[in-house]
């Protein structure tokens, strides 16, 4: 089970910096319950077309997270990334 729980903390920690970083319209955390992946998850959606920004990819590098195939949205860009 710590190893759930340090996957939950590298992505809340992945979370927390992206919103620190770069514009967001929202950012959340999903349990594998919740996630499509059946993995902890980050699910953001930034403002502007910048999901492969530098500072987007070099947080979820840092916390070791596996960025997701994901369709963009008129004026928006949505990420989402597992553990």
Excluded: F
């Excluded at 710590?2 to 514009?23: D, F, L």
């Excluded at 502007?48 to 008129?74: F, H, I, M, N, Y």
């Amino acid at each position: 089970m710590s190893c759930t729980v340090e996957e939950r903390k590298r992505v809340r920690r992945a979370a927390r910096a992206i919103q620190e970083e770069v514009a967001t319209e929202s950012v959340d955390v999903l349990a594998p319950s919740a996630s499509q992946y059946n993995k902890w998850m980050l699910d953001a959606v930034l403002r502007g077309s910048e999901g492969g920004s530098p500072e987007v990819l070099r947080e979820l590098a840092l916390a070791g997270l596996t960025l997701q195939p994901t369709p963009s949205q008129a004026g928006y860009e949505h990420v989402a990334a597992t553990v």
